[in-house]
């Protein structure tokens, strides 16, 4: 059975950082993209970033500059560097994989059970 267990959410001030992780465990072969989204109170869930297994990013325009995606292939782990946060960065945000757990099925979408993030002074 595959999860995706998330990390490092909480409370910050506007301007400060916060680093997620998000790691894959389970039955897996292969992992093509991992990526980050969130959904604020009220307001559709949407993408923040994600990352496939050669290295290549997407990022939304709300976050270019201020966020940083990385994964570790070796660790099944996704990572999101957020910096000057703002109020508006505030949700709860859940990590995705698109993942095999053998060589002959295609790859389906797991979800992590989501963190929050509360950016407020």
């Known amino acids: 059975q595959v999860q995706l267990v998330e990390s490092g959410g909480g409370l910050v001030q506007p301007g400060g950082s916060l680093r997620l992780s998000c790691a894959a465990s389970g039955s897996i072969v292969y992992i093509s993209i991992m990526g980050w989204f969130r959904q604020a109170p009220g307001k559709e869930r949407e993408l923040v970033a994600n990352i496939i297994s050669d290295g290549m990013t997407n990022y939304a325009n709300s976050v270019k500059g201020r966020f940083t995606i990385s994964r570790d292939n070796a660790k099944n782990t996704v990572y999101l560097q957020m910096n000057s946060l703002k109020p508006e960065d505030t949700a709860v945000y859940y990590c995705?994989?698109?993942?095999?757990?053998?060589?002959?099925?295609?790859?389906?979408?797991?979800w992590g059970q989501g963190t929050q993030v509360t950016v407020s002074s």
């Open positions: 995705d994989a698109n993942l095999r757990t053998s060589y002959s099925e295609n790859g389906r979408t797991y």
